[in-house]
């Protein structure tokens, strides 16, 4: 199986700067996660899709962040007006579902610099 | 309110030499799932094990062993007879029926071995 891949693999942007990730989960896995990490912090959780419906977002994920999953396979996660606080790991992961405690898969995320 | 605390951490260890990375949860739930994950330098969480709370067994995979104990709400993990490839950021995380599909993660344990 392939696993969840991400890109780009790094990001740099200039402060206020919109970027968009792209993740694409495992074949038939119908649940995508994405999370957020810092450095030297574990994963924190941003939002999570159900095939094409948002299910959850946490309140770390604020009005300049937006996830979507058009077609219920891959998702972009986008961030307008970038802030240098925004420099993170971000990682997506999906799993079979519909179980809600599943087993998470992560790709290699995407790492972000705000400069 | 979920959490998850790692207290070491750093381990700096010989190879071939045991090691053991603590894991404390707390939560309300009564069913819940805890989960142990590698992040290697390159930055991908590699999924280890999965462990259900009405499931107390615990569970050998080659050098890798897993003790769970509700009594003491902890989930601990370790590394048989150690090898440079086991270095590595480890994180353990819990997820449970009231917290949706969110994984609480704990700060991590930097593993580093030496030959």
């Known amino acids: 199986d392939t696993g969840v891949s991400q890109n780009p693999r790094h990001k740099i942007t200039k402060r206020g700067q919109n970027v968009t990730f792209r993740c694409d989960p495992i074949s038939e896995h119908n649940r995508l996660y994405w999370y957020r990490q810092t450095l030297g912090q574990g994963p924190e959780f941003l939002t999570y899709f159900q095939n094409e419906a948002q299910l959850e977002k946490s309140r770390l994920l604020s009005d300049r962040f937006s996830a979507e999953r058009p077609k219920g396979s891959f998702s972009t996660l986008e961030i307008q007006r970038t802030e240098q606080g925004d420099s993170a790991m971000y990682l997506c992961?999906?799993?079979?579902?519909?179980?809600?405690?599943?087993?998470?898969?992560f790709g290699p995320g995407t790492r972000l610099t705000v400069l | 309110a979920q959490k998850v605390t790692q207290a070491q951490t750093e381990i700096s260890v010989v190879e071939k030499e045991d090691v053991t990375l603590d894991c404390v949860y707390e939560t309300r739930d009564t069913t819940y799932y805890l989960f142990w994950y590698k992040q290697p330098p390159s930055g991908e969480l590699v999924f280890l094990i999965r462990r259900n709370s009405f499931d107390e067994q615990n569970e050998i995979s080659g050098r890798y062993s897993w003790n769970f104990q509700k009594s003491t709400s902890s989930f601990n993990f370790t590394i048989t007879a150690s090898q440079v490839v086991d270095s590595a950021v480890y994180f353990c995380a819990l997820g449970g029926d009231t917290s949706g599909s969110r994984l609480t993660f704990g700060e991590g344990t930097q593993l580093t071995v030496n030959p």
């Open positions: 992961a999906s799993s079979l579902g519909p179980g809600s405690t599943d087993t998470q898969y």
